[in-house]
């Protein structure tokens, strides 16, 4: 069965600092590749999306991720983030073919000031 | 322009009562999606919909759940009889053509006590 791994169940990092969230998935075949934010007490927001070409894509504020195939992967990074981007974070896999997202668990990423 | 709207945004009732969860998708999307996200399990994928037809619903955990999306604008997801374990929040998402990301609702926070 298809699975995504986020390694980092929560992150503490302080503001300005420079952030990675590592996602990883077992699907073999064409797939799509998101992240999603999850702000407390809202509803997932859309950060970026791969469908294809460039595997380095650039997101809202200040974020992008990188695809690379060889490597099942789709990590997020921010050169420097801020208080506000406290939130959950979650990876997500869609399959060719298919149209249900497969989530990771999420990463609960907090931004001290 | 309106989102994705689910209703209600909290619920509390007691084990053993029938609950129903509603969700309006965006207008001209033709896909919906219903997903719960508890902390054990994070999001997991109950039951999509194209054009009104469910297309996978091997996600839905038992016969106490069932999904229903009786026109393109409504979608209804129904546990009876409830239990605590059922207890979480449930987010509707909606998407256009294939290529196109899903958006998501407030979500239902539920509470079976």
């Known amino acids: 069965a298809q699975s995504v791994s986020q390694h980092n169940h929560h992150v503490i990092l302080s503001e300005a600092a420079s952030l990675e969230l590592g996602c990883n998935y077992s699907y073999g075949g064409t797939v799509n590749l998101f992240w999603y934010v999850q702000y407390p007490g809202q509803h997932l927001q859309l950060l970026l999306k791969y469908f294809s070409g460039d595997p380095l894509v650039k997101g809202i504020k200040g974020f992008e991720a990188e695809f690379i195939k060889s490597k099942f992967s789709f990590n997020l990074r921010k050169p420097s983030v801020q208080w506000s981007d406290t939130a959950e974070y979650f990876c997500a896999v869609k399959r060719g073919g298919a149209d249900g997202l497969t989530f990771g668990k999420g990463t609960h990423l907090i931004i001290q000031p | 322009d309106a989102g994705v709207i689910q209703s209600p945004r909290h619920e509390v009732t007691e084990m053993g009562q029938e609950v129903t969860l509603r969700c309006k998708p965006i207008s001209g999307h033709n896909s919906l999606f219903w997903y719960r996200q508890t902390m054990m399990r994070g999001l997991e994928l109950l039951i999509y919909?194209?054009?009104?037809?469910?297309?996978?619903d091997s996600g839905m955990p038992e016969d106490r759940f069932s999904a229903k999306m009786p026109n393109a604008s409504f979608s209804t997801l129904k546990i009876q009889p409830s239990e605590p374990r059922d207890s979480a929040v449930y987010f509707c998402?909606?998407?256009?053509?294939?290529?196109?990301?899903?958006?998501f609702g407030d979500g239902t926070r539920l509470s079976i006590l």
């Open positions: 919909f194209n054009n009104n037809v469910p297309i996978d």
């Open positions: 998402a909606s998407k256009g053509s294939s290529n196109q990301p899903q958006h």
